[in-house]
T-cell receptor, first 115, second 112 residues
Framework: GAVVSQHPSRVICKSGTSVKIECRSL??????MFWYRQFPKQSLMLMAT?????????EQGVEKDKFLINHASLTLSTLTVTSAHPEDSSFYIC???????????FGSGTRLTVV | AQSVTQLDSHVSVSEGTPVLLRCNYS??????LFWYVQHPNKGLQLLLK??????LVKGINGFEAEFKKSETSFHLTKPSAHMSDAAEYFC??????????FGSGTKLNVKP
């Protein structure tokens, strides 16, 4: 099945700095990837759809200038949290646009803590 | 539009007793439905999925779910809970372009 690698698994950064999270599709050429965010004790919410070679599409209420998405190749999408603030602390998880019998379409997630 | 409602935020069962996690969905067309499990500080693991084939779907670790169109439900069950089943469970419906819409999650606690 599709294998997705997400890096880093955990990151702590200072308020005001930027953090880049990588999502790699290891065995599938993903024209589409998705980014989700999970706040503590809440469910996962879709943030944006990452489209290879074109602009990402953002869900309502998600600031595109704050959460920069780049999908320059069929195997890599990056999410950059710019000028991070403590309220951006969350669990970010990516998914490739492929459903298969194994269902391993999600990355393992990145726990971001902004201090 | 697609949405999912998980009716219980917390469920507590004793080890060896049955598990029932409830999920109702709303979809403008025939949906694909999934149950995922998330252990603490871990990613998501697929338990099972329904994609318009058999309405009773068997998944991993003894879990199964039944798609009931008339009730718009997709409840997750397991005959006998194990301590390792303690985790958070998400009911998910897929929408256009493989977007996933997650329920609010149900935390399963298994007592010895």
């Amino acid at each position: 099945g599709a294998v997705v690698s997400q890096h880093p698994s955990r990151v702590i950064c200072k308020s005001g700095t930027s953090v880049k999270i990588e999502c790699r599709s290891l065995d599938f050429q993903a024209t589409t990837m998705f980014w989700y965010r999970q706040f503590p004790k809440q469910s996962l919410m879709l943030m944006a759809t990452s489209n290879e070679g074109s602009k990402a599409t953002y869900e309502q209420g998600v600031e595109k200038d704050k959460f920069l998405i780049n999908h320059a190749s069929l195997t890599l999408s990056t999410l950059t949290v710019t000028s991070a603030h403590p309220e951006d602390s969350s669990f970010y998880i990516c998914s490739v646009g492929k459903l298969d019998n194994y269902g391993y379409t999600f990355g393992s997630g990145t726990r971001l803590t902004v201090v | 539009a697609q949405s999912v409602t998980q009716l219980d935020s917390h469920v507590s069962v004793s080890e060896g007793t049955p598990v029932l996690l409830r999920c109702n969905y709303s979809s403008s067309y025939s949906p694909s439905l999934f149950w995922y499990v998330q252990h603490p500080n871990k990613g998501l693991q697929l338990l099972l999925k329904y994609t318009s084939a058999a309405t009773l779907v068997k998944g991993i670790n003894g879990f199964e779910a039944e798609f009931k169109k008339s009730e718009t439900s997709f409840h997750l069950t397991k005959p006998s809970a194990h301590m390792s089943d303690a985790a958070e469970y998400f009911c998910v419906v897929s929408g256009d372009f493989n977007k996933f819409y997650f329920g609010s999650g149900t935390k399963l606690n298994v007592k010895p």
